[in-house]
Every structure is written in structure tokens, then in C-alpha cells.
């Protein structure tokens, strides 16, 4: 398939809930088109896709495989993703370069969770679908159910091609109603007659030509059949239906045949938006081998061989193996010796790519996830990927004195190897958080981090960047004097200290007359005033919304300094903070639920058990609510995962810090003595 032309291309992602069977699936059809001579297994790390070794551990993707396949003169780009949630950024990755799906549904599971969150991200993207009903040969699969479930939460317009010839440990293949001449078994006549007819009704709808010969009676030919299927695939108007059992290799065949008639190759598609070089207007470039070059990096990965492996996927021009190319996003040359073909962790060396393909590219250096390839002269660019916004945290640190080095490294290169992880420091704990979508996609991160980069790295649930303020006001007086021979030690300052509203930080003003204090010490008051601030009187957290105001003091000609004056001054303000009515502060954050109008009452109990203030419920029409709550952020630490459990994977939200408020008196010596043990525990660590 060296010179696979754009019209025989097909991009296709797969799309389902988790263990429904997609892997085995690609598995089955590598082994139908002989790229390989036997199926793999998940378990054992054996399969094409989920080769790595957190996928053979768990027993689950964890990771979005391309897989290229050829089938009747065709290449299948095959796109396997996870099924999991916690790993949404990879179908993200998957679903932004394909031109379809294939929705997988398990026959004896139906309709689940992700196959509806995964059904809305294909229609939001507007892709041509074919719908799998797989493991037929399953015990208690059940065909008719799994197809009613389909309708009604998807519609009409799903139809099924083929219905299956027996059942669970009878089931031995499908028959495609489209085919007059195909062998019915008995018993069957009037089942697929009725299938037909309804496949006969599903087109006419969308041809008026077809309308018309159907509605006076005349016959539609096969040819008209499928070319009318054709058209409401690639319309959204029809979603065909197949059955199979890829475990036991039955329908594979059929379902890669569907594949190629029936599915759009990437010039059927239309032409890709993107940005004119040098100003912000844009163009719209066609899948044409004799257009501007313009291909998407959609995944990098950390590869032992070859390095960084950027995979692409060519949406104009044709990306020759061995050439010049351009960053447009950084405005970097990039020089790329080779480019390859890739099944999973198999690479081989290919020629090039044409418009509509999918390739991979090593050791490129200033590209990224998003980034766009193209030339110096015209370096257009494409829109980039969205990734899910990080929904839960933990605090990242070093196992070892060993680790220190290789964490901030290590963490660089996961974060490029997956944008969907965000790094960032918290000043006010000075922890590095590590922010992903859920419990597992963070550990299955550190454990990548220790085969890949040799870095072994611990997760904690973080602290709470609780704050310190005082609601009072204080007028107080610190003498600081030392002798011990020579030179000694004299500052004096009396210092009133207020609270400021909410938000404005710290101020420091003098109202000094007379020269009680002279002016070259006035910031030296001020510095030990601030360094006073970063840990206050009831836990040690850092002092907000104070102003703290130098209003008399002394000095001694001799012994006074800048060093005695701020130390008096910070004393002074630690001393002011414990008469001026100390508080303690606590994050809250703005959080957006969505969920089943059926779990919404259990949500809002639970809510208000975490101190969540309900700030309204707006139902969205599609059997969803939006509930809009504020929390304190304590409350809210593993939430992702509760919510989770508590709406069996349907729910979702999200969260961002909104302002500080006073903790509640019955709260505050237990987050006292929580900080307490926490630093105690750090301490042993270290």
C-alpha cells in the first residue's frame, strides 16, 4: 500500500464503552487482511494496540494505536481508543484526525455510559458512523435488545445491514439483508424481509428520486440502494448496523467491506479551515496532493527506539520522507530524514504520504501535540486539539534524593506525551500539583514516568492552600534590644495592623513623625513586617488582605540597624495578628455539574453534605441537569472519582477557584491539627 492513493484512504476511529471490543476487534482485523497470522491478547501485551505494559496490567487501553491495515485494494487508517474515562484526551486525539467511527456495542451489555458519551462526541463533530453490535457469541447476548436500546436513545435512523444467525453459543454468522441472492436460513425469511424493507424505507427518505420510485411501487436496484446508503452515511442521515464476533472472527471481513463502501475516504469529507500565513484571515484547503502542505500532530510519544515520535495526519499536500519542513506554529525548521507506517509499536519506513493520510515521524524537535507541518514558504496552520479540562489533582514529589533531578524532566516529557496532564506548582504549599481526569490516568502517568524516564515519583492528596487574615483591629508595640559587647541590637516600633476587604492583599503605609524612626529604616520595618506574613498565628498558612502601618517607634544612635528595625517589625506584626482577632480562610471553588435527571436529588444531598452552596439547577432538555454549586475546595479533593461512583460513570463537572472565605469555628482546630500532622509526617520523610 506504498502509493495508496486519497481516494482509497479510510480514517476510522473506534469508538465505545470500556471492554465492549475494540481492541480484539483490530486485533481480528490485522489478522483477516494478513498483517499478522494470529490474534493477540490484552492480558498478555500481545495485542498491536495495547502493547504497553500499564494496558497488560490493567487489562484496558490506556492509550489511543493507530493501526494501518489493508483491505480490497484500500488502507484502513484505524484509530483504537480507549474506552475508559479517564483517558478522554486520547479519544480526543483519535476523534480530531478521523473521518468516522465505528461504535462498538457489546451485544450483552447494550446500550451503556460510554457508548452514549462517545455517540454525542462523534455527532458533535458531525462524523459518518457504522455501528457494531459485537460478542454475539457472548452468553446472554441479545440482538433485538441491544438494537431497541440503540433507537431509542440514538433514533430512527440507525438500521440494521445484517442480522445474526443464531445466538450466544449459537451464533454463527449474519446475513446482509441488502444482498437478494444472499442464503437465508429457515425460519428466517419474513425477519429479514422486514429488514430490508425498513433499509428500502431509510433511503428513500433521503432521495427524492428514490422517493418517488418507492412510493409508485417501482423497485430499487441494489446499486441505487447502496449508493443511496452511501449518501446518508456520509449525510448523518443514516447510521447502518452490523453484527459480528471478532473473538471468534466471525463478520470481520464484512465489517471492513462496510468500511470501505460505505465510509467516506478524507477528500469526501470537504476541505479543512486554517490559518493564512503572516495574518488572520483563513483558507480553505482541499485534500489535494497538489496543495500547500498542512499536517496536524495529533500524539507524540516517548519511544525507546526511534525517540520522540510525532503522529500526523495530512489534510493538504503530500509529506515526502525525506525534506525540509516547517513548524508553523513555533516558525522552526525541521529537518525529517524518514517517515513511517506504524501498527501500533511496529514502525516501518515508508516513501511518503498523500493528502488524507496518517504517518508517523521520529525526533522532531520543537514540535508538539497540535502543532502544525508545513513549508517556509506557505506555513499555514491548523486548528489545534481541545483536550478535556483536568478535573482531579494530587501532589506530585520524589521518592528518592535520587528522583529529585529526573522529576521535573519526567514531567515535562509525560505532559508532552499527554496534554490532557497539566503540571503546575502551588505557591502557597509549595507542591507540585499533577492534574489529570481521574485516579488511574494519574497513576498509570507515574508509572509511565518509571519505565520510561527512570523517574519514581510518590502521589498524595495535596494540601489546601487555606490563607490567614484578621477581622480585627491592633495597635501594638515591639522592642527589640540586644547587647553582648561592642555594637548591640536596637529597634522599637509600634505598628497598627486592620483588615483590608477581601482580595486586595497587603498594604504598608507610615505615619512616623518626628523622626522616632528614621526614614532609612522605614523599609526595613516593612520587609520584617512582610516576612511576618507568610506564616500566620493559627496554622502557619500566609497572611492575606492586611494592612500593617508603621505609626511610632525609637531608635538608638549607636546600636540601631536595618537588621533590628526588621526584626522588630516582624515581630510586631506577629504580635498585632494574635490581638487583632486572627481567622482562617479556605478556597472555594465555582464548580458545573451535569447529570441524569435521575441522580440530581442524590447530588444535591450529597452537595450539601461537602458545605456546597446550590446556586441553581437548570435541566438541559436532553434528560440532564446542570447543577451549579459552590464548594469549599477540602470538600471538593476527590470528588472526580465520587461523582463517578455515585452516578455509575455518567455524571461530569467541572471546577475553578472563585474566592476565599472564613472556615467555620467548629472546623478550624481540626485543620490546625491536620496541618500539624502533615508537617510532622513531611519532616520524618525528609
Given at each position: 500500500?506504498?502509493?495508496?492513493?486519497?481516494?482509497?484512504?479510510?480514517?476510522?476511529?473506534?469508538?465505545?464503552?470500556?471492554?465492549?471490543?475494540?481492541?480484539?476487534?483490530?486485533?481480528?482485523?490485522?489478522?483477516?487482511?494478513?498483517?499478522?497470522?494470529?490474534?493477540?491478547?490484552?492480558?498478555?501485551?500481545?495485542?498491536?494496540?495495547?502493547?504497553?505494559?500499564?494496558?497488560?496490567?490493567?487489562?484496558?487501553?490506556?492509550?489511543?494505536?493507530?493501526?494501518?491495515?489493508?483491505?480490497?485494494?484500500?488502507?484502513?487508517?484505524?484509530?483504537?481508543?480507549?474506552?475508559?474515562?479517564?483517558?478522554?484526551?486520547?479519544?480526543?486525539?483519535?476523534?480530531?484526525?478521523?473521518?468516522?467511527?465505528?461504535?462498538?456495542?457489546?451485544?450483552?451489555?447494550?446500550?451503556?455510559?460510554?457508548?452514549?458519551?462517545?455517540?454525542?462526541?462523534?455527532?458533535?463533530?458531525?462524523?459518518?458512523?457504522?455501528?457494531?453490535?459485537?460478542?454475539?457469541?457472548?452468553?446472554?447476548?441479545?440482538?433485538?435488545?441491544?438494537?431497541?436500546?440503540?433507537?431509542?436513545?440514538?433514533?430512527?435512523?440507525?438500521?440494521?445491514?445484517?442480522?445474526?444467525?443464531?445466538?450466544?453459543?449459537?451464533?454463527?454468522?449474519?446475513?446482509?439483508?441488502?444482498?437478494?441472492?444472499?442464503?437465508?436460513?429457515?425460519?428466517?425469511?419474513?425477519?429479514?424481509?422486514?429488514?430490508?424493507?425498513?433499509?428500502?424505507?431509510?433511503?428513500?427518505?433521503?432521495?427524492?428520486?428514490?422517493?418517488?420510485?418507492?412510493?409508485?411501487?417501482?423497485?430499487?436496484?441494489?446499486?441505487?440502494?447502496?449508493?443511496?446508503?452511501?449518501?446518508?452515511?456520509?449525510?448523518?442521515?443514516?447510521?447502518?448496523?452490523?453484527?459480528?464476533?471478532?473473538?471468534?472472527?466471525?463478520?470481520?471481513?464484512?465489517?471492513?467491506?462496510?468500511?470501505?463502501?460505505?465510509?467516506?475516504?478524507?477528500?469526501?469529507?470537504?476541505?479543512v479551515t486554517a490559518n493564512d500565513p503572516g495574518s488572520d484571515d483563513t483558507s480553505e484547503l482541499d485534500c489535494d496532493n497538489d496543495g500547500p502542505l498542512a499536517a496536524l500532530v495529533f500524539k507524540t510519544a516517548a519511544d525507546p527506539f526511534v525517540g520522540k515520535l510525532s503522529y500526523f495526519r495530512v489534510y493538504s499536500g503530500s509529506f515526502d520522507g525525506d525534506g525540509q519542513y516547517w513548524n508553523a506554529n513555533k516558525s522552526e525548521a525541521e529537518r525529517v530524514a524518514q517517515v513511517f507506517t506504524v501498527n501500533g509499536?511496529?514502525?516501518?519506513?515508508?516513501?511518503?504520504?498523500?493528502?488524507?493520510?496518517?504517518?508517523?515521524?521520529?525526533?522532531?524537535?520543537?514540535?508538539?501535540?497540535?502543532?502544525?507541518?508545513?513549508?517556509?514558504?506557505?506555513?499555514?496552520?491548523?486548528?489545534?486539539?481541545?483536550?478535556?479540562?483536568?478535573?482531579?489533582?494530587?501532589?506530585?514529589?520524589?521518592?528518592?534524593?535520587?528522583?529529585?533531578?529526573?522529576?521535573?524532566?519526567?514531567?515535562?516529557?509525560?505532559?508532552?506525551?499527554?496534554?490532557?496532564?497539566?503540571?503546575?506548582?502551588?505557591?502557597?504549599?509549595?507542591?507540585?500539583?499533577?492534574?489529570?481526569?481521574?485516579?488511574?490516568?494519574?497513576?498509570?502517568?507515574?508509572?509511565?514516568?518509571?519505565?520510561?524516564?527512570?523517574?519514581?515519583?510518590?502521589?498524595?492528596?495535596?494540601?489546601?492552600?487555606?490563607?490567614?487574615?484578621?477581622?480585627?483591629?491592633?495597635?501594638?508595640?515591639?522592642?527589640?534590644?540586644?547587647?553582648?559587647?561592642?555594637?548591640?541590637?536596637?529597634?522599637?516600633?509600634?505598628?497598627?495592623?486592620?483588615?483590608?476587604?477581601?482580595?486586595?492583599?497587603?498594604?504598608?503605609?507610615?505615619?512616623?513623625?518626628?523622626?522616632?524612626?528614621?526614614?532609612?529604616?522605614?523599609?526595613?520595618?516593612?520587609?520584617?513586617?512582610?516576612?511576618?506574613?507568610?506564616?500566620?498565628?493559627?496554622?502557619?498558612?500566609?497572611?492575606?488582605?492586611?494592612?500593617?502601618?508603621?505609626?511610632?517607634?525609637?531608635?538608638?544612635?549607636?546600636?540601631?540597624?536595618?537588621?533590628?528595625?526588621?526584626?522588630?517589625?516582624?515581630?510586631?506584626?506577629?504580635?498585632?495578628?494574635?490581638?487583632?482577632?486572627?481567622?482562617?480562610?479556605?478556597?472555594?471553588?465555582?464548580?458545573?455539574?451535569?447529570?441524569?435527571?435521575?441522580?440530581?436529588?442524590?447530588?444535591?444531598?450529597?452537595?450539601?453534605?461537602?458545605?456546597?452552596?446550590?446556586?441553581?439547577?437548570?435541566?438541559?432538555?436532553?434528560?440532564?441537569?446542570?447543577?451549579?454549586?459552590?464548594?469549599?475546595?477540602?470538600?471538593?479533593?476527590?470528588?472526580?472519582?465520587?461523582?463517578?461512583?455515585?452516578?455509575?460513570?455518567?455524571?461530569?463537572?467541572?471546577?475553578?477557584?472563585?474566592?476565599?472565605?472564613?472556615?467555620?469555628?467548629?472546623?478550624?482546630?481540626?485543620?490546625?491539627?491536620?496541618?500539624?500532622?502533615?508537617?510532622?509526617?513531611?519532616?520524618?520523610?525528609?
Open positions: 500500500m506504498a502509493n495508496v492513493t486519497t481516494e482509497r484512504i479510510r480514517n476510522v476511529v473506534l469508538l465505545s464503552h470500556s471492554g465492549a471490543g475494540k481492541t480484539i476487534l483490530s486485533e481480528a482485523m490485522l489478522l483477516e487482511s494478513g498483517v499478522t497470522n494470529r490474534m493477540g491478547r490484552i492480558e498478555d501485551g500481545t495485542t498491536a494496540s495495547d502493547y504497553e505494559p500499564e494496558e497488560s496490567k490493567r487489562g484496558t487501553s490506556v492509550q489511543t494505536s493507530v493501526l494501518n491495515i489493508p483491505w480490497r485494494d484500500h488502507k484502513l487508517n484505524i484509530l483504537d481508543t480507549p474506552g475508559y474515562a479517564d483517558f478522554r484526551g486520547e479519544v480526543v486525539s483519535g476523534v480530531r484526525v478521523a473521518d468516522s467511527a465505528l461504535i462498538i456495542v457489546a451485544a450483552q451489555a447494550g446500550v451503556e455510559v460510554g457508548t452514549g458519551q462517545m455517540w454525542d462526541l462523534a455527532e458533535f463533530r458531525g462524523m459518518p458512523r457504522l455501528v457494531l453490535i459485537s460478542k454475539m457469541d457472548r452468553e446472554n447476548a441479545d440482538f433485538d435488545r441491544a438494537m431497541d436500546g440503540l433507537i431509542e436513545r440514538f433514533g430512527r435512523h440507525l438500521v440494521p445491514l445484517q442480522l445474526p444467525i443464531g445466538s450466544e453459543a449459537d451464533f454463527s454468522g449474519a446475513v446482509n439483508v441488502l444482498d437478494q441472492n444472499a442464503e437465508v436460513p429457515s425460519g428466517m425469511e419474513s425477519e429479514v424481509e422486514a429488514a430490508r424493507e425498513r433499509v428500502i424505507e431509510a433511503v428513500a427518505e433521503i432521495d427524492d428520486d428514490l422517493a418517488t420510485k418507492y412510493l409508485e411501487g417501482e423497485e430499487i436496484t441494489e446499486e441505487e440502494m447502496r449508493s443511496g446508503l452511501a449518501q446518508g452515511v456520509l449525510e448523518g442521515t443514516l447510521v447502518p448496523v452490523l453484527v459480528g464476533s471478532p473473538l471468534g472472527g466471525v463478520g470481520v471481513a464484512q465489517v471492513m467491506d462496510m468500511i470501505v463502501d460505505y465510509l467516506p475516504a478524507p477528500n469526501q469529507i470537504g476541505a509499536k511496529q514502525q516501518k519506513t515508508a516513501p511518503g504520504f498523500a493528502a488524507g493520510d496518517i504517518g508517523a515521524v521520529a525526533k522532531l524537535g520543537s514540535v508538539v501535540t497540535g502543532d502544525t507541518i508545513s513549508t517556509k514558504d506557505k506555513p499555514y496552520t491548523l486548528e489545534g486539539l481541545s483536550f478535556p479540562h483536568p478535573v482531579y489533582q494530587m501532589s506530585v514529589s520524589p521518592k528518592t534524593k535520587a528522583d529529585v533531578d529526573k522529576m521535573t524532566s519526567s514531567l515535562a516529557r509525560i505532559t508532552e506525551e499527554d496534554p490532557s496532564l497539566v503540571v503546575a506548582r502551588e505557591p502557597s504549599t509549595l507542591e507540585v500539583i499533577l492534574k489529570g481526569l481521574g485516579d488511574t490516568h494519574l497513576d498509570v502517568s507515574v508509572e509511565k514516568m518509571k519505565r520510561k524516564f527512570g523517574a519514581e515519583l510518590e502521589l498524595q492528596i495535596p494540601r489546601v492552600p487555606y490563607m490567614e487574615t484578621i477581622v480585627g483591629r491592633a495597635r501594638v508595640e515591639y522592642r527589640h534590644k540586644k547587647q553582648s559587647g561592642g555594637h548591640g541590637q536596637f529597634g522599637h516600633v509600634w505598628i497598627e495592623v486592620e483588615p483590608l476587604a477581601r482580595g486586595q492583599g497587603f498594604e504598608f503605609d507610615q505615619k512616623v513623625v518626628g523622626g522616632s524612626v528614621p526614614r532609612e529604616y522605614i523599609p526595613s520595618v516593612e520587609k520584617g513586617v512582610r516576612s511576618a506574613l507568610v506564616g500566620g498565628v493559627v496554622a502557619g498558612f500566609p497572611v492575606v488582605d492586611v494592612k500593617a502601618t508603621l505609626v511610632d517607634g525609637s531608635f538608638h544612635t549607636v546600636d540601631s540597624s536595618g537588621v533590628s528595625f526588621e526584626i522588630a517589625g516582624g515581630h510586631a506584626t506577629t504580635k498585632g495578628m494574635q490581638a487583632a482577632k486572627p481567622i482562617l480562610l479556605e478556597p472555594i471553588m465555582k464548580v458545573t455539574i451535569i447529570v441524569p435527571d435521575s441522580f440530581a436529588g442524590d447530588i444535591i444531598g450529597d452537595l450539601n453534605g461537602r458545605r456546597g452552596r446550590i446556586q441553581g439547577m437548570t435541566p438541559n432538555g436532553d434528560g440532564t441537569t446542570n447543577v451549579a454549586v459552590e464548594a469549599p475546595q477540602a470538600e471538593m479533593l476527590t470528588y472526580s472519582t465520587d461523582l463517578r461512583s455515585q452516578t455509575q460513570g455518567q455524571g461530569s463537572f467541572s471546577m475553578e477557584f472563585d474566592h476565599y472565605e472564613e472556615v467555620p469555628n467548629h472546623l478550624v482546630d481540626k485543620v490546625v491539627q491536620s496541618t500539624k500532622e502533615e508537617e510532622e509526617t513531611a519532616e520524618a520523610r525528609s
